[in-house]
């Protein structure tokens, strides 16, 4: 799960941040309009604030699977077969 945000926050950077004003289309009135740029020019530095906070959760993760005394495919374990 935790690849699975890493994924979607590359593939955001990739293909969402550099087109996001396009993506969001234009609003009716002048308040959405606000709404919209604001949202887009905090898109990149929320991202990085979820890419950080994912890094954090993998670093976590990885060493309390080291200190694990057994070692288990870390695909399925905690799941029910």
Do not use: W
């Amino acid at each position: 799960m935790v690849l699975a945000a890493a994924h979607f926050i590359q593939e955001a950077r990739v293909k969402m941040l550099p087109n996001i004003r396009k993506m969001l289309g234009a609003g009716s009135t002048d308040q959405e309009r606000v709404l919209r740029d604001m949202a887009a020019q905090n898109f990149g530095v929320n991202l990085k604030i979820l890419a950080d906070l994912v890094n954090e959760l993998y670093l976590k993760t990885t060493s309390l699977d080291r200190a694990a005394p057994t070692r288990r495919d870390p695909c399925t374990s905690g799941f029910p077969s």
